[in-house]
């Protein structure tokens, strides 16, 4: 490999022109501990210049979580059913209503923004984005800080995922699948 063509490979990365699979492997997913974690807490965003704020935790009322994903990142079993998922459901009595409509990070940004940008409810509690994509939604104040005493798996995070440069001390993001595959 020449330089040039290292350059060239290090600005397509810059760029985000890699595939979905490898940005979201190599980031990992945003907040699907989070979201099944706050117990079907209620997906609120925040207008762009407000703080954002906790959404009113509706766990004792609602027992459902709403989550946005990338299609094919769950485990699939017989008719189509999730095994993780129901196992989730199992232990803690609440339902995960799983779509699996988030195809690209600019097209499902271009989904939530206009509920987003005026503060209304996007209908999701949780989605994966990218490392990139969550880092725009934390500059944009579209997310809550998490709370991590309702989230006891996040002290098992991998240590190099801990703190990362767009969210340090994972305040707003918490990993959920993590790893890189080679280029060809």
């Known amino acids: 490999m020449t330089e040039q063509d290292d350059v ?3 600005a397509a990365l810059l760029r985000g022109l890699t595939s979905r699979r490898t940005l979201l492997r190599g980031a990992g997913g945003a ?3 989070a979201g099944l ?4 807490a209620s997906g609120t965003a925040q207008k762009k210049n407000a703080k954002a704020q906790a959404a009113k935790d509706l766990s004792s009322t609602e027992h459902v979580v709403n989550w946005s994903n990338w299609p094919e ?3 699939v079993g017989k008719n189509q059913s999730h095994p993780t998922l129901d196992a989730f459901t199992k232990k803690t009595g609440i339902k995960a209503n799983y779509t699996e409509d988030y195809n690209d990070n600019d097209e499902f940004f271009a989904k939530v923004k206009p509920q987003l940008s005026t503060g209304k409810d996007t209908g999701r509690d949780t989605w994966c984005s990218t490392d990139w994509m969550v880092a725009r939604l934390i500059r944009l104040n579209w997310v809550q800080q998490l709370d991590k005493a309702n989230i006891p ?6 240590p190099d995922l801990q703190n990362v440069e767009y969210d340090p001390g994972r305040k707003y ?3 959920w699948q993590s790893g890189f595959t080679g280029l060809a």
């Open 8 to 10: 060239q490979i290090s």
């Open 31 to 33: 907040a699907l501990v």
């Open 37 to 40: 974690a706050a117990c079907g």
């Open 73 to 75: 990142y769950i485990d």
């Open 153 to 158: 798996n996040a002290k098992n995070l991998e």
């Open 173 to 175: 993001s918490l990993t």
